[in-house]
């Protein structure tokens, strides 16, 4: 399964940052969801809006709901350049 990252595209900094993370999926491992724009998508996987907004949610590569820290190292598993990090992160 694809790794989704469910983002704020009303945010300038969330869209500057998703911007440089969608620049290294040159592979297009990661499925990216503007929550701004496509806020349904969230009720498919039990995730209310208000929270989706306050932190960051994803779909690992498991299907697995994560959010904070955790939903980051889904994406950085991904990334090239990132992966290092989320090995680190894990432990």
Not at 77 to 82: I, K
Request: net charge negative; proline share 4%.
């Amino acid at each position: 399964m694809k790794t989704t990252m469910f983002f704020d595209g009303g945010c300038p900094l969330c869209s500057r940052e998703v911007a440089h993370y969608r620049r290294l999926d040159r592979s297009g491992r990661i499925h990216w969801v503007d929550i701004t724009n496509q806020p349904e998508t969230l009720l498919e996987y039990g995730i209310a809006y208000g929270a989706a907004m306050e932190r960051l949610h994803a779909l690992d590569e498991h299907g697995q709901v994560v959010s904070g820290v955790p939903a980051f190292v889904a994406v950085w598993r991904q990334l090239p350049g990132y992966r290092h990090l989320a090995g680190a992160v894990e432990g």
